[in-house]
């Protein structure tokens, strides 16, 4: 009896044995759990479909225009009752000198005399000088067109004179030396386009912007003028000139007004050119 319960212990402990955890030795050298690092996710922005679009360029102007609604580019050597005569820098003197061109008719078509027919931009610019019946100009406007604003191949027709320095102006002149209302840019230029004897005050304001064959006034006789007619003047010089007024030879001339006057016309800061130069091309006759 005793050795069957000795056997029958033996055989529990066995039992329990194969049923309990690793031992403490198995533990230890077991292999440790592998970490298995995640990589960062990375970031890819789908594209839009949307493009940032550069500055357009701007469109520089290619032509010239007529100043006179009645006629074209080509008509307009028909009319011309005084041409442009290269004056002397630094002198105002008269004929035979002459400072622009007038276009002027006595009897044209339907016509008696050019009085009333609509003057126009022949270029694109920007006025920068109204003047109201002021002695020897009487009503006019001055419109600048910068350089850069015209197409190199125009500005190339064109033929423009080289730039040439200021001169004093003959000392005989009345006028006190002073300084501009307007600052000059240092390294730009513009063409400046001078209308004047209008039939009344111009049609357009100062700092307006106008385009190629765009009204601005009408033909008249005023200021130093015997007869109805278009005075044509070309001038290139620093870019930002915006003369409020010029007037000379009268005795209620300011002086302001003689001031600019002189410089405008005497001191070669503003360089006349033959207007022709503009005008008088086969590249821009009208179709």
């Known amino acids: 009896m005793k050795h069957h319960l000795s056997y029958f212990f033996i055989l529990i402990f066995l039992l329990i044995s194969a049923c309990s955890p690793?031992?403490?030795?198995?533990?230890?050298?077991?292999?440790?759990?592998?970490?298995?690092?995640?990589?960062?996710?990375?970031?890819?922005?789908?594209p839009t479909g949307t493009q940032i679009s550069s500055t357009p360029a701007p469109i520089l102007q290619d032509k010239v225009c007529s100043p006179l609604e009645t006629e074209t580019l080509?008509?307009?050597?028909?009319?011309?009752?005084?041409?442009?005569?290269?004056?002397r820098i630094g002198i105002d003197d008269g004929p035979p000198t002459h400072h622009g061109v007038d276009f002027a008719h006595y009897r044209r078509g339907d016509l008696l005399s050019l009085e009333g027919v609509g003057i126009l931009s022949a270029l694109d610019g920007e006025v920068v000088t109204v003047i109201n019946?002021?002695?020897?100009?009487?009503?006019?406007?001055?419109?600048?067109?910068?350089?850069?604003?015209?197409?190199?191949?125009?500005?190339?027709?064109?033929?423009?004179?080289?730039?040439?320095?200021?001169?004093?102006?003959?000392?005989?002149?009345?006028?006190?030396?002073?300084?501009?209302?307007?600052?000059?840019?240092?390294?730009?230029?513009?063409?400046?386009?001078?209308?004047?004897?209008?039939?009344a005050a111009p049609e357009v304001e100062i700092g307006e912007q106008v385009t190629c064959g765009q009204r601005i006034g009408q033909v008249g006789n005023s200021g130093d003028s015997?007869?109805?007619?278009?005075?044509?003047?070309?001038?290139?010089?620093?870019?930002?000139?915006?003369?409020?007024?010029?007037?000379?030879?009268?005795?209620?001339?300011?002086e302001s007004e003689r001031y600019n006057y002189i410089v405008w016309r005497i001191t070669n800061l503003?360089?006349?050119?033959?207007?022709?130069?503009?005008?008088?091309?086969?590249?821009l006759l009208d179709k």
């Open 22 to 46: 690793l031992s403490n030795q198995e533990e230890l050298t077991a292999d440790p759990p592998q970490h298995t690092e995640t990589a960062a996710p990375t970031w890819t922005v789908a």
């Open 74 to 87: 080509q008509t307009l050597q028909e009319i011309v009752t005084q041409p442009y005569k290269q004056p």
């Open 133 to 199: 019946d002021r002695f020897p100009y009487g009503h006019a406007v001055i419109i600048e067109t910068p350089l850069d604003t015209i197409s190199p191949q125009l500005l190339t027709q064109f033929n423009l004179p080289e730039i040439s320095s200021p001169v004093d102006p003959d000392p005989k002149f009345n006028w006190s030396p002073g300084e501009l209302s307007f600052t000059l840019s240092e390294n730009d230029y513009s063409i400046y386009i001078f209308y004047a004897h209008l039939l």
């Open 226 to 254: 015997t007869n109805p007619h278009l005075h044509f003047e070309t001038r290139i010089g620093p870019s930002g000139a915006r003369f409020e007024s010029m007037a000379y030879y009268i005795p209620n001339s300011t």
């Open 270 to 283: 503003f360089q006349v050119f033959d207007p022709m130069l503009l005008l008088d091309f086969e590249r």
